[in-house]
């Protein structure tokens, strides 16, 4: 009895608390394991979430783990069960989302510091961290144990797995953790059942020893003896039942678990069932909806709706040789959904008399001459007002290749989060060895679209040049993911073409916080652009928003018509870590305010999960009337086409509620093409043919011209060090200035002065009558002073 209770801890509560842990003990865990840390004093608030039932092998608590940078330690809910550590924001999202989980069988627990664990597996690491030592501990334990176990359970049952399908691990451990939760409760039931035997024996002995006994002063110690073997007997006993009851209410609760996973099961296939039947429904309309369309005859079209807006498909039929040219696009999200159906030009030229609602007649209109519609984007420079134009000048083709120096971005953009970027001190390992106002000037690489444009007596085919425009300028955008350099005040850059292609631009930087540039284009064969742009950029912490602020006009000389629209978001991705890329989205409205058409166009973000196109560009050109005559498809950096509506119809509903439009058009037709980028572009900052000329050297220029910027110019010749020394005292140079400025506006104003501030050399500002707002316009006189040479009034800023 001395030596059992010694043992023991002392009596029958050592007992008790011996054998209470023999199931635990027997599958390798700790009494441990069945309780939470939030319950009692680990990683959770005062008053946590209740412990888990006596012998559940669940381990649940309160954790920081390492997300990204930016957000350093977040506090996350963990759950350690069946060997996978799984891990939710809240205790809430337990019951439908999991944010990750980490298979311990497979796994390397490592421990930084006092209260660091890391825990890897393959390609996926967690870096977690506890209150204080002692909770890490805990989770060590728990962890280590809960290891052994799953590495134990996967041993004994690797003879299964084999008739597996082939399947991800979070599948079958979903699976068969609850079949070896049970398989363990089941062990443990054999534990106890050997001690009941081992005791049952012992007891039979002492009962045997008490029957043989002759001296009644060894009775008092035989009878002890017995006692303890029956306690023992019932304690085992005990822990028999529990461990049943444990096991029964596991099997419950699993059962329970699986008649809510086949519910659910059961929902999903309803509604699956529904979305095809939904989808039939709407194939079915389509099919009718062509087949019941003037000019087609019946059943000789096959129609399948695209699952996504936007995308493009050819519907493959036996009957007809126009399915083979039949394409369909989604709408727009703002915009009414359509689809259009590329029909067969003859087959409507026999019965284009029958139309109804078709845009602008009959489809004998779309033989346009090949020098307005073709499908190349080479221009036709020796045409009508081009005979007089001078061959092309000879410029560069190259510049030095870009250094490879190293930087480390965080440690600059860490503390930029939030900033306009312009007011960001930057070296130019950033930048690229153009200016804001040369970049600006880029939008006019593809000009002969306009020159195609002046050519056009409608003015909705008009449109679709403009709208190919606007979209052509974003080309350029897609590899440049260098900052240009920030114009200085004054700053001018001219781009004098007008021998050559038969333009001229100039762009003047008239206004520095915010920065704001004025630019002006004049083309003598027809046409005038002009803009005043302000950048507005924001650095997120993960990806950088360019927001150009401000309209674009354009006017052709001849007709009078005047358009305007506004250009899209652009963003920077991958900021601190990966690749970066930039992509374009938003929407674009282009508006002739003389005979009220419209363009809408939609710029697709680009999404990992879409099957779209990447780069997607979708809209319709319509009349005053709001009638559709064309409709718009492409990407922003390749191409962009026109389809010719000759009718429009509705069809069925999408499944947001909105009313689809059938369109029946005639074969698209390119508009614009990018350029190929030049040879060994990578290494040129992946600048285009025109970009390479931008910065060229070029005599009889103003002294405030982009390409006599020194910083900029020793960028270019890759002395990027003391392109930074250069940058940074023309920064300086213009703060001066600009604190000149200040104190004479000071003056002023205690003098009772008034001081009109900055006032731009070529540009002024002047309500714009057609959209009310305050713009910088040319004034003029700057081509005049060129051809002088007198640059007296140009400021001194470099």
């Excluded at 095809?276 to 369309?293: D, F, V």
Aim: some cysteine; proline content about 5%; glycine content about 6%.
């Amino acid at each position: 009895m001395g030596k059992a209770a010694a043992l023991c801890g002392g009596g029958t509560r050592g007992l008790v608390s011996l054998l209470s842990a023999v199931p635990c003990l027997a599958c390798h865990e700790l009494p441990a394991m069945s309780a939470e840390p939030g319950g009692r004093g680990g990683g959770g608030p005062a008053g946590g979430p209740p412990a888990a039932p006596p012998g559940s092998d669940t381990y649940k608590g309160w954790l920081f783990k390492w997300t990204n940078y930016l957000k350093g330690y977040q506090r996350r809910w963990f759950v350690l069960s069946n060997g996978l550590l799984s891990y939710y924001r809240t205790q809430a999202e337990m019951a439908h989302t999991c944010r990750g989980t980490i298979n311990l069988s497979t796994a390397h627990i490592d421990t930084e510091d006092s209260c660091n664990i890391v825990l890897s597996n393959g390609g996926r690491t967690y870096h977690l961290k506890a209150n204080s030592e002692v909770e890490r501990q805990r989770w060590v334990t728990a962890l280590e144990l809960a290891k052994a176990k799953a590495i134990r359970m996967r041993n004994n049952q690797s003879d299964d797995s084999g008739d597996e399908e082939p399947a991800s691990q979070s599948d079958k451990s979903e699976l068969h953790g609850p079949l070896k939760t049970l398989s363990s409760k089941l062990e443990d039931l054999s534990t106890c059942n050997e001690l009941i035997a081992k005791h049952g024996a012992a007891l039979q002995r002492s009962l045997s020893e008490l029957e043989n006994l002759r001296l009644p002063a060894d009775s008092g110690e035989k009878i002890k003896a017995v006692n303890e073997r029956a306690t023992l007997f019932r304690i085992t006993s005990n822990a028999m039942i529990n461990a049943c009851r444990d096991f029964l209410d596991l099997a419950e609760s699993h059962s329970r678990k699986w008649q809510r996973l086949l519910q659910h099961e059961r929902e999903q296939r309803i509604r699956l069932e529904e979305t095809i039947e939904q989808l039939a429904k709407q194939h079915n309309s389509l099919e009718r909806a062509c087949r019941g369309a003037p000019g087609l005859a019946a059943g000789t079209a096959s129609i399948s709706s695209t699952a996504k807006a936007g995308s493009v498909q050819s519907a493959k039929g036996e009957a007809s040789d126009e399915d083979e040219e039949t394409e369909y696009f989604d709408a727009m999200e703002d915009a009414p959904a359509f689809i259009t159906v590329t029909a067969d030009p003859k087959h409507h030229r026999r019965s284009g008399s029958n139309l109804s609602g078709a845009s602008e007649g009959h489809p004998e209109d779309w033989n346009l001459e090949d020098s307005v519609f073709e499908s190349s984007n080479q221009s036709s420079y020796n045409e009508s007002t081009g005979k007089d134009l001078l061959p092309r000048k000879r410029r560069r083709t190259r510049i030095p290749d870009k250094p490879n120096y190293s930087l480390n971005l965080w440690s600059i953009m860490k503390n930029c989060i939030g900033k306009e970027l312009s007011k960001i001190p930057m070296p130019v390992n950033f930048n690229e060895p153009l200016s804001m106002l040369q970049r600006l000037t880029e939008d006019l690489e593809y000009h002969e679209l306009l020159d195609k444009a002046v050519k056009c007596e409608s003015s909705t085919e008009q449109m679709c040049f403009v709208a190919a425009f606007s979209v052509s300028s974003y080309s350029t955008t897609v590899h440049r993911t260098a900052k240009p350099f920030n114009p200085l005040l004054g700053e001018t850059f001219e781009l004098d073409r007008l021998e050559e292609l038969g333009f001229r631009s100039l762009c003047e930087q008239v206004s520095h916080h915010p920065p704001a540039a004025a630019h002006h284009v004049y083309s003598r064969r027809g046409w005038t652009l002009w803009q005043e742009i302000t950048i507005a950029s924001k650095f997120r912490g993960k990806y950088l928003s360019i927001m150009p602020l401000g309209a674009i006009h354009l006017e052709f000389h001849s007709s009078g018509n005047h358009y305007v629209w506004r250009k899209v978001t652009s963003t920077v991705h991958n900021i601190i870590v990966g690749k970066l890329w930039i992509d374009q989205s938003g929407e674009i409205e282009i508006v002739n305010h003389k005979s009220k058409d419209k363009c809408q166009l939609k710029f697709t973000p680009y999404s990992y999960f879409s099957r779209d196109v990447p780069r997607k560009v979708t809209g319709v050109v319509s009349d005053a009337d709001g009638k559709a005559h064309y409709v718009m498809s492409g990407t922003w950096d390749e191409k962009m086409e026109c389809s010719k509506i000759l009718h429009s119809s509705h069809g069925s509903t999408s499944t947001e509620g909105k009313q689809k439009t059938v369109y029946q058009t005639l074969s698209p037709k390119v508009l614009w093409r990018k350029y190929p980028l030049p040879e060994n572009a990578e290494n040129m900052y992946f600048f285009s043919e025109l970009a390479l000329t931008l910065n060229e050297p070029e005599e009889r220029v103003a002294p405030t011209d982009s390409r006599l910027r020194p910083d900029q110019r020793l960028m270019e010749s890759g002395r990027w060090d003391e392109a930074n020394v250069e940058k940074q005292r023309l920064e300086e140079k213009q703060r001066a200035v600009r604190r000149r400025r200040e104190a004479e506006a000071v003056e002023a104003l205690e003098e009772g002065k008034d001081y009109e501030g900055y006032i731009p050399l070529w540009f002024e500002r002047k309500v714009d009558a057609v959209t009310g707002e305050l713009i910088c316009v040319y004034k003029g006189g700057y081509w005049e002073a060129k051809d002088k040479q007198d640059w007296s009034v140009c400021p001194d800023i470099f």
